[in-house]
């Protein structure tokens, strides 16, 4: 059974850091490019950040410079680290093996003062 489960969200004011993880688990992780996303409420789901199988990654225009993905493999887990946080980051941020229709359920980051 395929689970995707995303931990580490939480209330930070702006300026802040937060890292978010994703356990992956019930398939060959290695194999598969990983995403995280995020949706505000009343907009639409946006990529984050991408990382391929080999490490490369790739980011939306708005958290370029400030975000940072990275995957390790023997724990079969993704991270997105979060700098310079800002309130428009706020949102519920979800992983994805890209391709698929695995996605996990979801944490709420809220960056308010």
């Known amino acids: 059974q395929v689970q995707l489960v995303e931990s580490g969200g939480g209330l930070v004011q702006p300026g802040g850091s937060l890292r978010l993880s994703c356990a992956a688990s019930?398939?060959?992780?290695?194999?598969?490019?990983m995403g995280w996303y995020r949706q505000a409420p009343g907009k639409e789901r946006e990529l984050v950040a991408v990382?391929?199988?080999?490490?490369?990654?790739r980011y939306g225009d708005s958290v370029k410079g400030r975000f940072t993905m990275s995957r390790d493999n023997a724990k079969n887990t993704v991270y997105l680290q979060m700098n310079s946080l800002e309130p428009e980051d706020t949102a519920v941020y979800y992983c994805?093996?890209?391709?698929?229709?695995?996605w996990g359920q979801g944490t709420q980051v809220t960056v308010s003062s």
């Open positions: 990382i391929s199988s080999g490490g490369s990654t």
């Open positions: 994805n093996a890209v391709g698929t229709r695995y």
């Open positions: 019930g398939f060959t992780f290695r194999n598969f490019a």
